[in-house]
């Protein structure tokens, strides 16, 4: 089993990094506790305790190793993984990244489904309901001149991939965590599921500085199908912000993920 070194961190509560999904919390300096904010969200993070001690061993990066520590309410607790959230701009990052991408996705998706990770079915059904909301309350917002090209990348994503494999299903540079040229760890994996491989290359790829990404993309060797996958996952990106603005009610979620939508729509809309 793999687990980071119980160091002191330099972290304390009123900085440590929240989620949209789990509240956290840094405890002693050296333990991460996480609770759903939402009873929606309590079947993941249960499966995340029974994945992710399987998964560890296996990959070449840390990764957290949660444990139950309390029902009511659900609490996860895992050592905490030093570092600082990659800044997406170094080579050294990149290549690490990538090949524990490449690690990551050539685990037998029956195995991992078998400790606990949804399948791929019910990942596709799951997204799938999640563009049909978009397409309801998300494309309508969209500047006129860039309603089509959204209609056109959803109808991309129905597309089911061609090997889905175990993914992280969020893999943003937040949840990676670097000290210097090491990456210490791939923290939130709240997302994980068998999916579409090319998610986890979407912001490693396109959300990064180039220098991170030739070294991803280098290491991985994806195909030319899987990059312009990874660019639609990109482009899809903010509009799970607006869904998330929408459903708690913040109104500048939505707005900053109309912003994101419109931006990337703008840069790489006719690409697809």
């Not at 160091?7 to 304390?12: I, Q």
């Not at 296996?58 to 659900?74: K, R, W």
């Not at 685990?107 to 399948?119: E, K």
């Not at 494999?165 to 709240?190: A, K, N, Q, S």
Request: glycine share 8%; proline share 9%; net charge negative.
């Amino acid at each position: 089993m793999v687990i980071a070194p119980l160091v002191e961190s330099p972290l304390v509560d009123d900085d440590f990094d929240d989620g949209w999904d789990m509240s956290a919390r840094l405890v002693e300096g050296r333990w991460v506790e996480r609770t759903p904010r939402r009873a929606v969200v309590e079947p993941q993070a249960r499966r995340e305790a029974e994945f992710l001690p399987w998964l560890a061993p296996q990959l070449p990066l840390p990764v957290p190793v949660p444990v139950i520590t309390s029902e009511d309410p659900l609490v996860l607790r895992h050592a905490y993984l030093p570092g600082r959230p990659c800044p997406g701009t170094s080579a050294a990052h990149g290549r690490e990244i990538g090949e524990f991408l490449r690690a990551l996705h050539s685990m037998d998706p029956d195995s991992a489904v078998a400790h606990g990770l949804a399948d791929a079915e019910a990942a596709y059904a799951a997204d799938q309901a999640i563009r049909d909301r978009m397409a309801v309350d998300v494309l309508p917002r969209l500047p006129d001149h860039l309603r089509r090209a959204g209609e056109d990348l959803l109808a991309r994503m129905t597309r089911r991939p061609a090997a889905p494999c175990p993914v992280h299903g969020d893999l943003g540079l937040d949840h990676i965590r670097v000290t210097g040229d090491e990456v210490t760890g791939v923290i939130d994996w709240g997302d994980s599921r068998v999916g579409d491989p090319a998610l986890d290359l979407s912001a490693t790829t396109y959300g990064s500085g180039p220098g991170f990404a030739a070294a991803v993309v280098a290491a991985y060797v994806p195909d030319r199908t899987l990059v312009d996958r990874a660019l639609d996952w990109h482009l899809l990106g903010p509009w799970h912000e607006v869904l998330f603005g929408l459903d708690t009610d913040q109104e500048e979620f939505v707005v900053s993920g109309l912003q994101g939508t419109v931006t990337r729509l703008d840069r790489w809309g006719d690409a697809g």
